[in-house]
């Protein structure tokens, strides 16, 4: 929304602030309000049970499940030995299948549940990170996805807190690196870490006292079981000696083993001298695999083409376009798009190739690789398919997701600036939806794949999609998710946007690029790309896009606090809405204007102009910009004394970004509803309020703002009469201030801690104040006249 992102000060007194933790921990309040324990656990909360599915033909590695069994061989109930057991070996070496067979065997010995995560290490595209496997984690947890900190360092500190009396296991398959697996270590020696890796992980042996166990190929005698154990019902009379030809051609690799038994399975008449004459025939043309070892890849290659010139020709072609897939995971439409089929077609064909263990299914309409046959796939699609045909695969996904994403952002965003894409392409049949919630329910599930989507169009050539598909998702990835992988896709649309000399297109995309950077607190690149374009728009004339620019830095110079610059661009722009007629970015503009009215201390003016902009948008019938009107509204309320009326406006808001499932917005509106609900004396209800607040604003990665939260937090407490707390909230609030270099709400900030301290220590008080008022020295606005007037008086009267 193109509405107010400000981090005024907020509150009957001040700002806000932030917990010494993630969160508000308010003990006692008068009322009865409690804060106690961890922020997403309610109880003992849930007992997560994440484990896929164990190998049904699992075979033997009788040594290795004796190895790990030794693990737990002196583990009394409270202490273990080794807590880190990392299970390397080559790709298609079967190490996720012995650790799962492990796993559900010693189930029992771990009864608060297990954890489990596909780290995808070592797929084409990018790996999964701690922060994101963190989030997951938690979420299973029981904290709420908005509660899970920004930061990777606080988000692993909360994991390891939450386990830190539990008694877990932890499966992280297909590590990477190290990096990716120190930040999700409990630290709780009654708690198992399972890794597995085609690296050695050393670090963690060396710095964790992980304990190793290296896969090697199959021993014959076990080879042979494992094919036998496959084919059983289908071919019991296959020779042992026979058998053990076809165990050495597949390398004796549990992954290659498993699709010849397979395929020999499908085929039971077929004598098996005849299946090992295909297999031995079989070319290794496939490059595109690489798993170490050159006889061992040899082999896998040659199984892989084996059983991929075994499927029927549809399926064949579904599995290579399959490859050129940019993201993770795929549901089934957009398969059917890929290898332009109906939906039901690309079911069936989908269920031939999960039955040939060519992909494995993970959800009712989900599915997904193995990272060596998606590169085979990907190799297949160069080999087989004629480039015209890959360009035109790949220009249908896009063109899928695009329209797809523009269908949803027509409900996510319905009043915001809509890039409009021309229509799809033949043999594109882009998704619809019912309502908001069909729409948010979509992004979330297919944002895994919207900047492997955005980088893949860039990679191919497809510079329309490549600035098109980031304007289209700025409004239609989930509020919660957008900004945070947003700047890259931005950067990406804008390149493309000037190698098609597409001026207005870098505009636009350089507009949301500076809201983009604003969120982060970046103000000077945020002030950076609006004015590049504003610059833009002035060359080509667009009047309208002028206007726009000029609300956009309008909003990022309220967050430096110049509202002398923020006052003359939003009333030029309201001026030229008004001319042009524009109702809605005239209401957008008009709330924006009173924003900044209301930083000055011009309150009748703001109250005037934040009742008409909300009028107008509620006959808009736009609830986003609804309640980003009544926040505002709400605090201008608050600051004239309509202590019951602000309460009203904050609740309402709050209650609209609630039905909206927008967090973003959430976190912000919580704050003028804990100073409203300060300001009349519920103290409970506040540090409520503020604590949610900064787990939101952490999560977001927005420290400016959770430092408000930490803020409110404190001025609550010192009305209290808690001052040791309430100087510890507001000491963390001011360090970020500082850190981020924002001398106004520092300053407003130490006002509050000298407030604090001045019972018990009037001397350090002094000094907080008289630092406040060196960083006030900068502001000229009667707000800022006001608080020198008042800091001065307060220095004077302890002397």
């Not at 309008?554 to 110049?562: A, K, P, W």
Request: glycine share 8%; hydrophobic share 40%.
């Amino acid at each position: 929304m193109k509405g107010p992102d400000d981090d005024r000060p907020s509150g009957p007194h001040s700002d806000m602030s932030g917990s010494a933790r993630d969160i508000v921990q308010a003990g006692s309040v008068s009322g009865g309000v409690h804060f106690h324990g961890d922020p997403g656990r309610s109880g003992d909360g849930p007992r997560p049970r994440q484990l896929p599915g164990d190998i049904r033909t699992f075979v033997n590695r009788t040594a290795e499940l004796s190895e790990l069994n030794a693990i737990l061989t002196g583990d009394d109930g409270d202490h273990r030995v080794i807590s880190v057991c990392v299970i390397a070996g080559t790709a298609g070496s079967g190490k996720t299948s012995l650790a799962l067979r492990w796993a559900h065997e010693v189930d029992d010995r771990f009864p608060d549940g297990q954890l489990y995560i596909n780290l995808r290490g070592y797929d084409p595209g990018e790996p999964v990170t701690a922060h994101d496997a963190l989030r997951r984690f938690l979420a299973a947890l029981g904290v709420a996805p908005e509660r899970v900190p920004a930061d990777t360092d606080d988000a692993a500190a909360l994991f390891r807190s939450l386990l830190a009396d539990r008694r877990m296991l932890v499966l992280l398959d297909n590590a990477g690196s190290v990096a990716q697996v120190r930040p999700l270590l409990p630290g709780n020696s009654r708690c198992l870490v399972v890794v597995t890796s085609r690296g050695r992980l050393s670090g963690l042996a060396v710095h964790d006292s992980a304990h190793r166990i290296t896969l090697g190929t199959l021993p014959e005698p076990e080879a042979v079981a494992l094919l036998r154990a496959v084919t059983a019902g289908f071919r019991p009379d296959d020779d042992d000696a026979k058998l053990a030809e076809l165990a050495r051609l597949c390398a004796r690799l549990p992954l290659a083993l498993r699709i010849a038994a397979e395929r020999a399975a499908t085929h039971p008449l077929m004598g098996l001298d005849e299946l090992i004459g295909d297999l031995r025939d079989e070319s290794a043309l496939w490059d595109a695999l690489d798993i170490g070892d050159e006889e061992e890849a040899g082999a896998v290659r040659s199984v892989f083409s084996w059983s991929y010139r075994a499927l029927p020709p549809d399926a064949a072609r579904l599995f290579r376009l399959l490859g050129l897939h940019p993201g993770p995971e795929f549901g089934i439409p957009a398969a059917a798009t890929l290898a332009d089929l109906t939906v039901r077609r690309a079911r069936h064909l989908l269920d031939v190739l999960t039955g040939a263990h060519l992909v494995e299914q993970t959800a009712p309409d989900r599915f997904e690789f193995h990272d060596l046959l998606r590169a085979y796939a990907a190799g297949q699609a160069r080999h087989d398919e004629a480039v015209e045909e890959q360009k035109e695969a790949l220009r249908r996904l896009l063109d899928w997701y695009l329209h797809t994403a523009d269908a949803a952002q027509s409900h996510i965003g319905p009043a915001e600036e809509l890039v409009r894409p021309d229509p799809p392409g033949e043999g594109v049949t882009p998704l619809t939806f019912a309502d908001y919630d069909q729409a948010v329910d979509w992004s979330e599930r297919e944002h895994v794949n919207f900047l492997p989507a955005v980088r893949a169009a860039e990679q191919g050539g497809f510079d329309r999609h490549a600035w098109q598909l980031p304007a289209v998702l700025w409004n239609a990835q989930v509020p919660s998710t957008m900004v945070n992988d947003w700047p890259v896709m931005g950067e990406i649309g804008i390149m493309a946007a000037r190698r098609l000399g597409d001026r207005a297109a870098e505009a636009a995309l350089l507009d949301n690029l500076g809201y983009a950077h604003t969120h982060f607190h970046r103000l000077t690149e945020s002030l950076e790309s609006q004015s590049a374009a504003l610059a833009i728009r002035r060359e080509s004339g667009d009047r309208r896009g002028e206007a726009i620019s000029h609300n956009a830095l309008g909003l990022t110079q309220l967050r430096q606090r110049r509202l002398d610059d923020a006052e003359a661009h939003l009333a030029q722009a309201v001026a030229v809405f008004g001319e042009l007629e524009e109702s809605y970015w005239l209401a957008i503009s008009q709330s924006n204007l009173a924003e900044v009215h209301h930083g000055q201390g011009k309150l009748n003016e703001a109250h005037e102009e934040v009742r008409q902009s909300l009028a107008a948008h509620r006959r808009l019938d736009d609830p986003q910009s609804v309640a980003n009107a009544l926040h505002i509204l709400g605090a201008v309320q608050l600051a004239l004394g309509e202590q019951g009326d602000a309460l009203r406006s904050a609740a309402e808001a709050v209650e609209i970004a609630l039905e909206l499932r927008d967090h973003v917005e959430e976190g912000y509106f919580l704050l003028g509803l804990g100073d409203a609900q300060q300001a009349l004396g519920h103290f409970g209800d506040a540090l409520t309020s503020y604590q949610r607040s900064a787990t939101l604003h952490r999560r977001q990665g927005s420290r400016s703002r959770e430092a408000h939260a930490w803020h409110g937090a404190g001025e609550t407490y010192r009305r209290m009469g808690r001052h040791d707390e309430a100087a510890d909230f507001h000491r963390r609030a001011a360090a970020v201030h500082r850190e981020l270099g924002d001398p106004w709400n520092e300053a407003v900030t130490l006002d509050g801690l000298a407030e604090a301290l001045v019972p018990d220590r009037p001397d350090e008080a002094r000094r907080h104040w008289a630092e406040a008022l060196r960083l006030l020295a900068g502001y000229d606005d009667p707000r800022a006249v006001w608080t020198r007037e008042r800091v001065e008086g307060r220095i004077a009267a302890i002397g």
